[in-house]
């Protein structure tokens, strides 16, 4: 299992206070170290990742980064494209987390460059399961790029 120099860090883009306390819930339940980080819109994920701003002048480059697609201002899927579309981004790896079960959406987010994309479960459950999969396997299982 690779384990990484620095503290795993983890942008969460998510306009529901609801499910993101769910999110940060899973990953303390779950005893992740994770340096979590929340925006509540696609502007905000692209200023965090340009750092434009003071509010973002000396935010952590991501290691994975957690998409709601319906978000306001703008939503998941321009989001998700910018991204993919900006060289000094598009390597980083984007997980749609989303109550869609359309595949409509699931096509969509693959063909925009997703690296995966995962319907929130109900369930607490359930959901902190998936949770704990999810972050398991892009913290200890797959080898990413040097973020140097």
């Given amino acids: 299992m690779m384990t990484l120099p620095r503290p795993f860090v983890m942008l969460l883009a998510d306009d529901e206070p609801a499910d993101a306390h769910l999110v940060k819930a899973a990953l303390?339940?779950?005893?992740?170290?994770?340096?979590?980080?929340?925006?509540?819109?696609?502007?905000?994920?692209?200023?965090?990742?340009?750092?434009?701003?003071?509010?973002?002048?000396?935010?952590?480059r991501p290691h994975l980064i957690l998409l709601d697609l319906n978000m306001p201002r703008m939503d998941g899927r321009e989001c998700l494209a910018a991204i993919k579309q900006d060289a000094a981004l598009c390597d980083i790896a984007v997980v749609i987390l989303s109550t869609s079960e359309v595949q409509r959406d699931v096509a969509k987010a693959y063909q925009l460059?997703?690296?995966?994309?995962?319907?929130?479960?109900?369930?607490?459950?359930?959901?902190?399961?998936?949770?704990?999969?999810?972050v398991s396997y892009w913290m200890h299982l797959v080898r990413l790029p040097n973020r140097e």
């Fill in 28 to 60: 303390k339940e779950n005893q992740m170290a994770v340096e979590l980080h929340h925006v509540t819109d696609g502007r905000a994920v692209l200023a965090f990742l340009r750092r434009q701003g003071e509010a973002y002048a000396q935010a952590p």
């Fill in 113 to 134: 460059g997703a690296s995966g994309f995962l319907t929130k479960a109900v369930d607490m459950d359930q959901f902190l399961e998936d949770m704990r999969q999810l």
